[in-house]
């Protein structure tokens, strides 16, 4: 059983910074993709950042120079550094990810998709 677990939201003022993690946890051959979504209140869920297993990082619009993604593969764990937040950065973040299990010696594999739970982070002004 493959579990992500975020952690690291809260609250914070305008201008504040948040750090979000997301572990991952379960029998796992790999980690490829690790991607971070958010969806605030009454809005669709929308695509915050992506790292490859390279550590190769894309962002939104939004996003790009007050968000930083990373990864720890040892830990199986990505990070999500947010910076100068204000109240549109509201809303519950997820991360997700793409994960191979290895089923036999010869390579044979699969990739299935995962979510998190979700961690609510709320900016006031």
């Known amino acids: 059983q493959v579990q992500l677990v975020e952690s690291g939201g809260g609250s914070v003022h305008s201008g504040g910074s948040l750090t979000l993690s997301c572990a991952a946890s379960?029998?796992?051959?790999?980690?490829?993709?690790l991607r971070w979504h958010r969806q605030a209140p009454a809005e669709e869920r929308e695509w915050v950042a992506v790292?490859?297993?390279?550590?190769?990082?894309n962002y939104a619009d939004f996003a790009k120079g007050r968000f930083a993604i990373s990864r720890d593969n040892a830990k199986k764990t990505v990070y999500l550094q947010r910076n100068s937040l204000n109240p549109s950065d509201t809303a519950v973040y997820y991360c997700?990810?793409?994960?191979?299990?290895?089923?036999?010696?010869?390579?044979?594999?699969?990739?299935?998709?995962?979510w998190g739970q979700g961690t609510q982070v709320t900016v006031s002004s």
């Open positions: 997700n990810a793409d994960v191979r299990f290895i089923v036999n010696v010869e390579g044979g594999y699969f990739d299935k998709n995962y």
């Open positions: 379960g029998r796992i051959s790999r980690i490829n993709t």
């Open positions: 790292i490859n297993n390279a550590g190769s990082p």
